[in-house]
C-alpha cells in the first residue's frame, strides 16, 4: 500500500513530505529478524530506502522513527501484551507478584508536533576569530548522523558504550552532533562532511560557556519532537489494589 504522507515537523525538516510504500517485503523480514546487536536506527533507515520514493538519508531521526512506527503498524499487529508484576505487598505482608496483561497499541504513541507558526530557534555561534553568524538550529539529516556515529565507531575506534556512558567520549560526540544542527540564513549547514569532525573541537574554544549552552537548550528543543518513547500507562492491580505503571517500550524496541 503506497501512501503520501506529509511529515509532523515540517518546520524541522528537509523533506517536509513523502511517498512511502507500507508493506515490507520478505527480505525486510529477513533484515529484521538478523538485526541483533544492530543500531536500530540503521537498520530502519536500510529499509526505508527501499520503501520511500524520496531520499531516506534526508530524514532526521524522529521522522525516521515516525515512519517506521507507520510500515510496523501496517505489516504487523497493531496491538501486542504487556505483562507487568506487581511490586507491591499484600496486607499479609507477602509481596503480590500477581502478573497483569495490559494490551498495548502502537498506534497510541504520542506524537509530539512543533506548536502551530512554530519558530525554529536561532542561536548566535563564533565560527572564527573574527567571525559570529546567526544560526537556526535544525535536526540533522540521517546521512551526517550515520556519518558521525561511523566516524567515532571506525575512524577514533570508540565502542557504542563508550559514546554514551564515557563522559569524555559522550561529549564530544554530543557537541559534534549539536554543530550539525546549525544552519546559517542562507540554509547552509555549518558541518557538511566527515572532513570536518575532526576541526569541531576547536568551536569549544572560541565560544562562549552560555553558547554552548543555548546550542544544548536548543538542540534538546527540536529533537523533543517526533514519536515519543515514554508515554505512561497506569493501572489497579486486580489482586492487591496497588497502583502501576508502565511506559509504552516503542523506540527502545524500534526494528523487534
Same mark, same amino acid.
Given at each position: 500500500?503506497?501512501?503520501?504522507?506529509?511529515?509532523?515537523?515540517? &518546520?524541522? +525538516?528537509?523533506?517536509? =513530505?513523502? @511517498?512511502? &510504500?507500507?508493506?515490507?517485503?520478505?527480505?525486510?523480514?529477513?533484515?529484521?529478524?538478523?538485526?541483533?546487536?544492530?543500531?536500530? *536506527?540503521?537498520?530502519?533507515?536500510?529499509?526505508?530506502?527501499?520503501?520511500?520514493?524520496?531520499? !531516506?538519508?534526508?530524514?532526521?531521526?524522529? &521522522?525516521?522513527?515516525?515512519?517506521?512506527?507507520?510500515?510496523?503498524?501496517?505489516?504487523?499487529?497493531?496491538?501486542?501484551?504487556?505483562?507487568?508484576?506487581?511490586?507491591? /505487598?499484600?496486607?499479609?505482608?507477602?509481596?503480590?507478584?500477581?502478573? /497483569?496483561? #495490559?494490551?498495548?497499541?502502537? +498506534?497510541? !504513541?504520542?506524537? %509530539?508536533?512543533?506548536?502551530?507558526?512554530?519558530?525554529?530557534? &536561532?542561536?548566535?555561534?563564533?565560527?572564527?576569530?573574527?567571525?559570529?553568524?546567526?544560526?537556526?538550529?535544525?535536526?540533522?539529516?540521517?546521512?551526517?548522523?550515520?556519518?558521525?556515529?561511523?566516524?567515532?565507531?571506525? *575512524?577514533?575506534?570508540?565502542?557504542?558504550? =563508550?559514546?554514551? %556512558? @564515557?563522559? *569524555?567520549? +559522550?561529549?564530544?560526540? /554530543?557537541?559534534?552532533?549539536?554543530?550539525?544542527?546549525?544552519?546559517?540564513? =542562507?540554509?547552509?549547514?555549518?558541518?557538511?562532511?566527515?572532513?570536518?569532525?575532526?576541526?569541531?573541537?576547536?568551536?569549544? @574554544?572560541?565560544?562562549?560557556?552560555?553558547?554552548?549552552?543555548?546550542? #544544548? !537548550? !536548543?538542540?534538546? =528543543?527540536? @529533537?523533543?519532537?517526533?514519536?515519543?518513547?515514554?508515554? +505512561?500507562? *497506569?493501572?489497579?492491580?486486580?489482586?492487591?489494589?496497588?497502583?502501576?505503571?508502565?511506559?509504552?517500550?516503542?523506540?527502545?524496541?524500534?526494528?523487534?
Amino acid at each position: 500500500m503506497r501512501k503520501h504522507i506529509k511529515l509532523p515537523g515540517p &518546520e524541522l +525538516s528537509q523533506l517536509k =513530505e513523502v @511517498d512511502i &510504500e507500507l508493506d515490507m517485503s520478505g527480505r525486510h523480514y529477513a533484515q529484521l529478524a538478523c538485526s541483533q546487536g544492530q543500531i536500530a *536506527e540503521d537498520v530502519a533507515l536500510s529499509i526505508l530506502k527501499d520503501l520511500l520514493e524520496q531520499d !531516506a538519508n534526508k530524514l532526521t531521526i524522529a &521522522e525516521l522513527r515516525y515512519l517506521f512506527m507507520l510500515v510496523k503498524i501496517n505489516a504487523m499487529d497493531n496491538s501486542y501484551i504487556v505483562k507487568v508484576k506487581c511490586t507491591h /505487598t499484600k496486607k499479609d505482608g507477602k509481596p503480590c507478584n500477581h502478573v /497483569t496483561e #495490559y494490551k498495548v497499541n502502537l +498506534s497510541d !504513541a504520542d506524537l %509530539n508536533r512543533p506548536p502551530k507558526n512554530y519558530k525554529v530557534p &536561532e542561536i548566535d555561534f563564533v565560527i572564527d576569530d573574527k567571525t559570529q553568524k546567526k544560526f537556526k538550529v535544525m535536526p540533522p539529516t540521517m546521512d551526517m548522523e550515520s556519518a558521525l556515529l561511523n566516524w567515532f565507531v571506525v *575512524e577514533k575506534g570508540h565502542t557504542f558504550d =563508550e559514546i554514551e %556512558n @564515557d563522559k *569524555e567520549v +559522550s561529549l564530544e560526540f /554530543t557537541f559534534i552532533r549539536g554543530l550539525l544542527h546549525l544552519i546559517d540564513k =542562507e540554509g547552509n549547514r555549518l558541518i557538511t562532511k566527515t572532513e570536518q569532525f575532526e576541526k569541531c573541537n576547536g568551536y569549544f @574554544d572560541i565560544n562562549k560557556y552560555q553558547t554552548i549552552r543555548n546550542l #544544548y !537548550a !536548543a538542540m534538546n =528543543e527540536v @529533537d523533543g519532537f517526533g514519536v515519543q518513547s515514554d508515554k +505512561s500507562y *497506569e493501572f489497579t492491580c486486580k489482586e492487591c489494589g496497588g497502583k502501576l505503571s508502565f511506559q509504552l517500550p516503542l523506540l527502545n524496541g524500534l526494528v523487534d
